[in-house]
């Protein structure tokens, strides 16, 4: 639309300056001609220009940051860095809109999502409940494992062996994987054996203590977790079979953002999906540990060997 409106525009003024030609003496004609050959070189650059050339949003969106490894980190001060900040960054150059970040614990971020207080979630799982309260864009997907001290765990576990087995097992609460996750947490004979706690950073704190055998999460959020308790040298990963990967990305909320501007929004992550954005800045976030990428399948081009 933007290009047919420069296309027309470039028309007009070509028009314009030829009219003159006919009416203006010699010398006067080669400064229009001049002026001619500039604005077809202003049209070649416009039209040779990718970016989407669109309106900023109606007003500053607020996206609910929650601590999850390096995806979303909070400063003592409450600086708000990572690669869902840097790939905003990103979504705001090509959109225009802009973006405010709200620091909460993560169930609350659903809670908010749910009555409207914030517009975007961010680094969060498709589930059936959610889409009820936005429209989920799809980034990439993620698979959950076992991190485990080392010499602890063997290389893979299937989920009856979970079942049946005596691992404690530490989780978020407020992170969902999907229903094959949450009906291995939520079974019988595992529920008692399972530490639901608030973050990451107190399960690293129980696994370096042994008073949990595992913790189960995508390995990348319990990277800094890890690191802050010095045991990322420390820990394997183990593999679940049985368990699927689960669609990854943001949920827009539909109460509070209107359909144009989710379109906006949407485009934008799907452009920069294409171009492997989201998967350049996870192999650039998460170049240690070994494991960190464990569990993450974005760009198979970009993420190539780190896995």
């Known amino acids: 639309m933007v290009g047919d409106m420069v296309l027309a525009s470039w028309r007009r003024g070509v028009a314009m300056v030829r009219r003159l030609l006919v009416l203006l003496p010699v010398k006067a004609a080669g400064s229009l001609i001049a002026l001619l050959a500039l604005l077809s070189a202003l049209h070649c650059s416009a039209a040779a220009d990718p970016r989407p050339q669109q309106q900023a949003c109606s007003r500053v969106l607020k996206v609910a940051i929650s601590p999850i490894g390096k995806s979303m980190m909070v400063s003592p001060t409450g600086q708000v860095s990572g690669i869902v900040s840097d790939f905003l960054g990103h979504v705001s150059e090509l959109t225009g809109c802009k973006f405010e970040f709200v620091v909460v614990p993560r169930v609350r971020a659903f809670l908010m999502l749910k009555n409207g207080s914030v517009d975007i979630v961010p680094a969060v799982v498709r589930t059936a409940e959610r889409d009820q309260s936005g429209a989920f864009i799809h980034a990439y997907d993620t698979t959950p494992m076992l991190v485990s001290l080392k010499n602890t765990l063997p290389p893979t576990l299937a989920l009856d062996e979970l079942q049946n087995g005596a691992l404690v097992i530490g989780v978020v609460r407020g992170y969902d994987y999907g229903p094959t996750y949450t009906g291995l947490i939520e079974h019988p004979k595992v529920k008692p054996r399972v530490a639901s706690v608030a973050d990451p950073d107190t399960l690293a704190r129980l696994l370096a203590a042994h008073r949990i055998d595992a913790v189960l999460m995508v390995p990348s959020a319990f990277v800094n977790a890890a690191e802050a308790v010095n045991i990322a040298d420390a820990v394997d990963v183990t593999r679940i079979v ?25 485009d934008a992550i799907a452009v920069l999906a294409r171009r492997g954005e989201y998967g350049r800045l996870l192999k650039r976030y ?17 993420l190539d060997g780190a896995r």
């Open 286 to 302: 998460y170049s240690t540990p070994t494991w960190a990428l464990y569990g993450l399948d974005v760009d198979a081009s970009v």
């Open 242 to 266: 049985g368990m699927p990967s689960a669609p990854t990305g943001m949920y827009i909320n539909v109460l509070t953002i209107d359909a144009a501007e989710r379109a906006r929004l949407t």
